[in-house]
């Protein structure tokens, strides 16, 4: 069908996608481990797909299958660079086409790996189930592969020691790490090693799976800090790009036992919402050309048979390679107009759900404010504490949809020598009552907190505070956000007595964000 006819487009989704070097502690060289992906590749697909593959395949030559004889596969082998392509209509969706592309490359002194499974529909909006190509744990266990210096493991590693605990965190810390870390904690009354076996098959390439001991889970608490640790059973998942500075603790999802019995039933269904999860974010998480597609290989190759081929002499091969690369150009077009229509449809989508759940937050939080109301003053008696080291948790229990308290600013609290807590949570209920309905209505914000003896004042110019970027901006919804207000109280730079409170007001969740508290941050004076 030509470019011109096409008048339905076909939705391209990625499913899964991993990249990385092959055979790094192997004994073998480059070469080698290359043609065992390779082999693994071709016999993955004669013997768990079927196909009856033509004998130049097993010697990792270029051959083409089309659909009148089988599932289409198409291959190229060209200058150290094999690829394949490997089209499978779904058993159960009509119009669905599963695509797995692979390609191994030999390069310099190295052998690299790249695979994308990516679905073709005629419909968007229909549900699948994430999987991953089952050769890729083959792979793993040889020639082996590695990613950002970490080698990826179908088993689950023991952490015992703290030496080998601290090596972890390094790899959590890892900012060019783009796997989960999912960390299995033992206890005395839970056995967890046959559900990390189980976990480290189901994830293979997908995550990396630790069994921590309670020695372990000790120095993950001293390094980490108690909010981002874990331990007795629970399972803890680490998302790449982890700064226990500036990440919410629920971001890094922890799973008690009670709650995956709650949630799953039985803990098969919890390692399926794993896959489910995870897989998708491979896609996400990577360079997009971290893995080129099958057709930008083939059409290397095809430019390089062009200019192999003498005019004249081969004439009608150069025009049929030039047909083919014509041809090869219009299916790449129309990719790239698919690879279009699922990002303007994942973002349709992600604004839609962000609109659903803010209306049902602004819902509640309505509904709540006048139950509030109903109830009177008594009811609403809120506890100062006089210490720091709870505040985070004081804020959620108190204020849960009116003031989000950033991490850096509960440590930040934890660690500070301020004399009056007590005034920085009556700072906090007004920022949370009448600061945030003044906001909400419009109406002015003078003297709101004239009778704690606090004055409210703009941070300063934005741009100018950019030179101090780590302290005055924070990431909030995926965005940076400048800490435009503070409240001050005391004009010297004495820790014990001068008050600073620096935050923002998010306009779309009618919610104060507290990025600071409670010491001076730097400016031109300091």
């Known amino acids: 069908m030509g470019y011109q006819e096409r008048k339905k487009q076909s939705i391209w989704r990625p499913v899964f996608q991993m990249s990385g070097r092959l055979g790094l502690y192997s004994k073998n060289n480059p070469e080698h481990n290359a043609n065992t992906a390779i082999d693994t590749i071709i016999a993955w697909l004669s013997e768990k797909q079927k196909i009856a593959l033509p004998d130049i395949a097993f010697r990792r030559e270029p051959f083409e299958i089309d659909a009148s004889n089988s599932y289409p596969v198409e291959a190229v082998n060209f200058d150290g660079i094999w690829s394949v392509e490997f089209n499978k209509p779904d058993a159960d969706v009509p119009g669905r086409i599963w695509r797995t592309e692979a390609t191994v490359a030999c390069l310099d002194e190295n052998s690299y790996i790249g695979v994308r499974l990516s679905i073709i529909d005629s419909v968007y909006d229909t549900d699948y189930v994430s999987s991953i190509p089952s050769f890729i744990p083959t792979l793993i266990d040889d020639p082996g592969i590695d990613d950002y210096n970490t080698i990826l493991s179908n088993s689950a590693t023991r952490v015992s020691t703290p030496e080998e605990a601290l090596q972890l965190i390094s790899l959590i810390k890892n900012e060019n790490r783009t796997r989960p870390v999912v960390l299995f904690t033992e206890s005395s009354v839970i056995s967890v090693k046959e559900e990390a076996i189980a976990a480290a098959k189901r994830l293979a390439g997908l995550a990396h799976i630790f069994v921590v001991s309670s020695q372990g889970t000790r120095t993950l608490t001293e390094q980490l800090g108690r909010e981002f640790s874990v331990w007795g059973g629970a399972i803890r998942t680490?998302?790449?790009?982890?700064?226990?500075?500036?990440?919410?603790?629920?971001?890094?999802?922890?799973?008690?036992?009670?709650?995956?019995?709650?949630?799953?039933?039985?803990?098969?269904?919890?390692?399926?919402?794993?896959?489910?999860?995870?897989?998708?974010?491979?896609?996400?998480?990577?360079?997009?050309?971290?893995?080129?597609?099958?057709?930008?290989?083939?059409?290397?190759?095809?430019?390089?048979?062009?200019?192999?081929?003498?005019?004249?002499?081969?004439?009608?091969?150069?025009?049929?390679?030039?047909?083919?690369?014509?041809?090869?150009?219009?299916?790449?077009?129309?990719?790239?107009?698919?690879?279009?229509?699922?990002?303007?449809?994942?973002?349709?989508?992600?604004?839609?759900?962000?609109?659903?759940?803010?209306?049902?937050?602004?819902?509640?939080?309505?509904l709540n404010e006048r139950l509030e109301k109903k109830l009177g003053d008594e009811a609403k008696k809120i506890e100062l504490p006089d210490k720091f080291d709870k505040i985070q948790e004081w804020v959620r229990a108190n204020f849960p949809s009116k003031i989000l308290l950033h991490t850096k600013a509960a440590k930040a609290a934890e660690k500070s020598r301020f004399n009056n807590p007590r005034l920085v949570y009556q700072c906090l209920m007004r920022l949370a009552n009448e600061y945030r309905e003044h906001r909400i209505n419009g109406l002015p914000l003078d003297g709101i907190f004239d009778d704690l003896g606090v004055h409210l004042c703009r941070t300063g110019d934005p741009e100018h505070l950019k030179q101090w970027r780590e302290e005055y901006y924070i990431s909030h919804r995926n965005k940076n956000h400048c800490l435009e207000w503070h409240l001050k109280k005391g004009a010297d730079k004495n820790e014990i007595t001068t008050l600073r409170i620096y935050f923002f007001y998010d306009d779309d969740d009618e919610m104060v964000v507290v990025g600071h508290l409670p010491s001076h941050l730097t400016n031109d004076m300091t």
């Open 238 to 366: 680490y998302l790449p790009k982890f700064n226990s500075e500036i990440d919410e603790a629920f971001t890094h999802k922890l799973a008690t036992r009670e709650w995956i019995q709650k949630r799953f039933t039985k803990f098969d269904n919890f390692l399926n919402a794993l896959l489910q999860s995870f897989a998708p974010a491979t896609v996400s998480h990577s360079e997009p050309d971290a893995v080129p597609s099958f057709r930008k290989v083939k059409q290397a190759w095809l430019n390089k048979k062009i200019k192999e081929s003498v005019k004249g002499k081969e004439l009608s091969e150069r025009e049929a390679l030039q047909m083919m690369e014509i041809d090869l150009l219009n299916q790449r077009i129309r990719e790239k107009e698919e690879e279009f229509i699922y990002a303007a449809e994942e973002e349709r989508k992600a604004v839609h759900e962000r609109d659903q759940y803010r209306a049902q937050l602004l819902a509640l939080r309505a």
